[in-house]
C-alpha cells in the first residue's frame, strides 16, 4: 500500500518561486533515495532531481541545476522540489517517485512507485 502524494502544485509567475511536496507512506522512506519527474504536454516524462536515502547527496538534470533543489525530512516521510527563478518551460506536472534500487538513479525504469502529480504552470 506504498502511496506518494504529490502538493504545492500552482500558477507562478516567470521568475517567481515555489515549494512542491511528497507526503510518502506504505516502505521504508528513510531507506530509500527519491526522484522528481515531470512531464509537460506532449512530452516524454523527464528526470529533474533525486536525492539519496539520507539526504547527503542529489543530482539534478541540467534543465534545473542551479534552480532547484531537492531536500528530504525522514522524520516526517516527505521529500521537497524547491522551485526557484522557474521559466515557462518548467511548465509540467510534477510526479515524485521511488526507485527499487540504485545510490542516485535516473531512469524511468529504476524507479517502481510514482506519485500521481502536481500541476506547475508557469506564465506571466
Known amino acids: 500500500q506504498v502511496q506518494l502524494v504529490e502538493s504545492g502544485g500552482t500558477w507562478v509567475q516567470p521568475g517567481g518561486s515555489l515549494r512542491l511536496s511528497c507526503a510518502a507512506s506504505?516502505?521504508?522512506?528513510?531507506?530509500?533515495?527519491m526522484g522528481w519527474f515531470r512531464q509537460a504536454p506532449g512530452e516524454e516524462r523527464e528526470f529533474v532531481a533525486v536525492i539519496d536515502w539520507r539526504g547527503s547527496s542529489t543530482l539534478y538534470a541540467d534543465s534545473v541545476k542551479g534552480r532547484f533543489t531537492i531536500s528530504r525530512d525522514n522524520a516526517k516521510n516527505t521529500v521537497y522540489l524547491q522551485m526557484d527563478s522557474v521559466m515557462p518551460e518548467d511548465t509540467a506536472v510534477y510526479c515524485c517517485?521511488?526507485?527499487?534500487?540504485?545510490?542516485?538513479?535516473?531512469?524511468?525504469?529504476?524507479?517502481?512507485?510514482w506519485g500521481q502529480g502536481t500541476r506547475v504552470t508557469v506564465s506571466s
Open positions: 517517485a521511488a526507485p527499487t534500487r540504485g545510490y542516485l538513479p535516473r531512469r524511468n525504469y529504476e524507479y517502481t512507485y
Open positions: 506504505g516502505f521504508r522512506f528513510g531507506s530509500s533515495a
